[in-house]
């Protein structure tokens, strides 16, 4: 069987430097087609509006596919 898409989504993971819980923001819905160096840009420019105390430290992409048995 053909894998079905289900969803793909990017959370950005941002550091505190003042020692508080780390920041996550989620971003869903991004399309199948979403390259991984387009969500990296899109990322790159989110960051860039981060404020000093809480800069863009790292992205997690994550895929879904299902699998029909």
Not at 5 to 28: H, M, P, R, T
Request: hydrophobic content about 40%.
């Amino acid at each position: 069987m053909q894998p079905t898409f289900e969803e793909k989504k990017v959370q950005l993971v941002y550091d505190n430097l003042a020692g508080e819980k780390i920041q996550k923001q989620a971003i869903s819905q991004l399309t199948e087609e979403a390259s991984h160096e387009d969500i990296v840009s899109f990322a790159k420019i989110i960051g860039g509006l981060a404020t000093a105390e809480e800069p863009l430290n790292h992205i997690l992409i994550v895929e879904s596919t299902r699998h029909t048995l």
